[in-house]
Structure formats: structure tokens, C-alpha cells
């Protein structure tokens, strides 16, 4: 059992989510940095096409894809979260309490797939068979955000101040070629949020 899968069902926890990572200017500017990414990544899916978002969290890369044209549901393990998704972004597609690894949707439901801030939280079969599941549920993109370990001044930085890394399950490029070849997966696209200066990657994956 990972510490994710019962951290963020405490209401607290959902309830202060944004305003500790997204209220500051440095949060303010990440927070654009990864709408932003995700809008390009997606860029050449057809308007109105499906796409899931897992974990929706409180439904900020949600209404960022509704707002751009593109249908969205949202998923996510922690029922807290879900409701600060319903309080804070009304007009999204749907709202389904899922495990990202057992994924309650059909083959080939969605045209597209997205997951911000997870990866770094699993441990590797976690991490694996949540890709699985994408890879089952997508007909289409699926867009991953990954914290790779040793290729920032962030990292660099958060080693000497913290003496730690800032994944709960530290992951390298290498590990990341790994798993996704081992779903049959190929990498179309890898795009750094900001390179060298922090550690988040959205690999863009295609069956």
C-alpha cells in the first residue's frame, strides 16, 4: 500500500491541494507552465474528441482541456478530491471514483488519456499497471507527466536541502523506456516544462 492511495481521501488534504502548490508566484507560473503543456501535447486531436483524466485532482487540467474544445472525464481514487473537482469546475463532461490501476471503462473508451502528478507517487508495478490500463481504456494519445530524477537544478537543489529526492518513487528516463516498451507503447513526443530547471517531463505515448 503507497502512501498516495490514502494521503489525498482526507477532506483537509483536498481541500488545501491548490493553495499549496498553485498560490504562490512560482506556483502561478508551474501551474501555466503544465496547462500549457498539456494543450500542445494534445495539439491534432479533432475538437469534441473524449479524453480522461486521471487523477482530475481538483479539475484544473480538466477545465483547462474542456475550455480548449475537447470532451473530459475525469477520474480519481479520492472522493474528497472529486468534490473540490464538482465545487471548483461545474461543467466538466463526468466525475468517476476509479483506481487508476482497475480502471472501471471500456476498451478503446477514449480518444486521449492524461495523468499530471502521479507517476512520482507509485511504486513500479503500480506505475506499470496503471499504464496498462491506459494503454486498455485509449484509442488514442496518452500524456504522461513524469519527475525524473538527476536532471534539474531543482532536483540538484532539493538533494543538498532536503538531503531527498522529490518522487516518493524516483524514476529515470531509462525506467520510463522501460515500462512503456513493456506495454507496447511507443514515445512520440518527450517535452520538458522547463528544461534544466525543473525535473517535469510529459512524455507523449501512442499503441
Not at 16 to 27: I, K, M, P, V, W
Not at 56 to 66: F, K, P, Q, S, Y
Not at 144 to 169: D, F, G, K, P
Not at 196 to 206: A, H, K, N, W
Amino acid at each position: 500500500m503507497y502512501k498516495a492511495r490514502t494521503h489525498y481521501q482526507a477532506d483537509t488534504v483536498a481541500e488545501a491541494y491548490e493553495a499549496q502548490r498553485f498560490r504562490s508566484l512560482r506556483g502561478r507560473w508551474v501551474d501555466w507552465l503544465e496547462k500549457q503543456g498539456v494543450l500542445q501535447a494534445f495539439v491534432g486531436l479533432r475538437p469534441s474528441s473524449l479524453i480522461l483524466d486521471v487523477p482530475v485532482g481538483t479539475g484544473r487540467i480538466a477545465a483547462t482541456l474542456e475550455q480548449a474544445g475537447w470532451r473530459v472525464m475525469g477520474a480519481d481514487i479520492s472522493a474528497a478530491m472529486l468534490q473540490q473537482s464538482r465545487n471548483r469546475h461545474a461543467a466538466q463532461t463526468g466525475l468517476a471514483r476509479a483506481d487508476v490501476e482497475h480502471l472501471p471503462f471500456k476498451d478503446g473508451a477514449f480518444d486521449g488519456a492524461v495523468s499530471y502528478r502521479l507517476m512520482a507517487h507509485l511504486p513500479g508495478p503500480s506505475r506499470q499497471a496503471m499504464l496498462r490500463e491506459l494503454t486498455r481504456v485509449t484509442r488514442g494519445p496518452i500524456v504522461i507527466n513524469y519527475h525524473l530524477s538527476r536532471t534539474s537544478i531543482l532536483w540538484a537543489v532539493n538533494r543538498v536541502v532536503r538531503r531527498s529526492a522529490l518522487a516518493a518513487y524516483p524514476v529515470t528516463a531509462n525506467d520510463v523506456r522501460v515500462e512503456v516498451d513493456a506495454c507496447d507503447l511507443r514515445v512520440i513526443a518527450v517535452r520538458p516544462l522547463l528544461l534544466g530547471v525543473l525535473d517535469s517531463y510529459l512524455y507523449v505515448l501512442q499503441r
